[in-house]
């Protein structure tokens, strides 16, 4: 099994709501990662979880708060989103975090702020 | 100046065609990605490099790491590889975690 699989895989939601975007392997990784993209740009980094550990928050506001149940599971949760968060979010994992792995990127969420 | 520079922008061949899409970096790197994104979204990893070159099926990536600098080749192109292909490298000694990404290179393969 080489899939990171994200649910859901669209998302419309309002500026008040709150909800989560979620990401699973069964891969035995233990480096997850969330992406952001936006339209004809590459993914920019938002988080590292090492070991289930948030080992890199490249300062995100703090409407998105990311959670590492076990090792296998990554959730982002979302709370008074801007429409310029709309966007699609990529969740990847690698053996271990660093350099020189092999990453696996999920389907994506495509998340709509309205 | 971007890190990883990526030509062409866009790209448009015939279905049969032979591909090149180039990739230049400015850091020292312990690996390369070339990956391709479809439109809807997922990204797939085609290879992971550190020297020389590899090949899988119609795809041949190669890397000269002196010159740092690498190629994804396509051979006998077809529609279904109208895709996004990215270049990104994971950096030595930059921050852990973090793949510099190149700004892709959208292939469009006419039938």
């Known amino acids: 099994d080489t899939e990171v699989t994200q649910t859901p895989k669209h998302l419309v939601m309002g500026m008040t709501n709150k909800k989560s975007l979620k990401c699973e392997q069964h891969?035995?990784?233990?480096?997850m990662y969330w992406y952001k993209q936006k339209a004809k740009k590459p993914p920019e980094l938002m988080f590292v979880?090492?070991?289930?550990?948030?080992?890199i928050n490249e300062s995100v506001p703090s409407r998105f708060s990311p959670e590492c149940p076990n090792s296998s599971l990554l959730n982002l949760h979302l709370h008074a989103l801007q429409p310029e968060d709309s966007a699609l979010y990529l969740c990847?994992?690698?053996?271990?975090?660093?350099?020189?792995?092999?990453?696996?990127f999920g389907e994506g969420s495509w998340l709509t702020v309205v | 100046k971007n890190e990883v520079e990526q030509s062409p922008q866009n790209l448009t061949a015939q279905e049969g065609e032979f591909i090149t899409i180039n990739c230049s970096y400015s850091?020292?790197?312990?690996?390369l990605h070339w990956l391709q994104q479809h439109p809807g979204g997922g990204i797939v990893s085609l290879f992971m490099?550190?020297?020389g070159k590899k090949k899988h099926g119609r795809l041949i990536a190669t890397i000269n790491i002196q010159e740092k600098h690498s190629s994804l080749h396509i051979t006998a192109s077809h529609p279904r590889d109208s895709a996004v292909y990215i270049c990104?490298?994971?950096?030595?000694?930059?921050?852990?975690?973090?793949?510099?990404f190149g700004k892709g290179t959208k292939l469009s393969v006419k039938p």
């Open positions: 990847a994992s690698s053996p271990k975090e660093g350099d020189g792995n092999t990453i696996y």
């Open positions: 979880y090492s070991y289930e550990k948030l080992s």
């Open positions: 850091v020292g790197i312990s690996a």
């Open positions: 490099l550190s020297s």
């Open positions: 891969m035995g990784h233990r480096a």
């Open positions: 990104a490298v994971w950096r030595w000694g930059g921050s852990q975690g973090n793949l510099i």
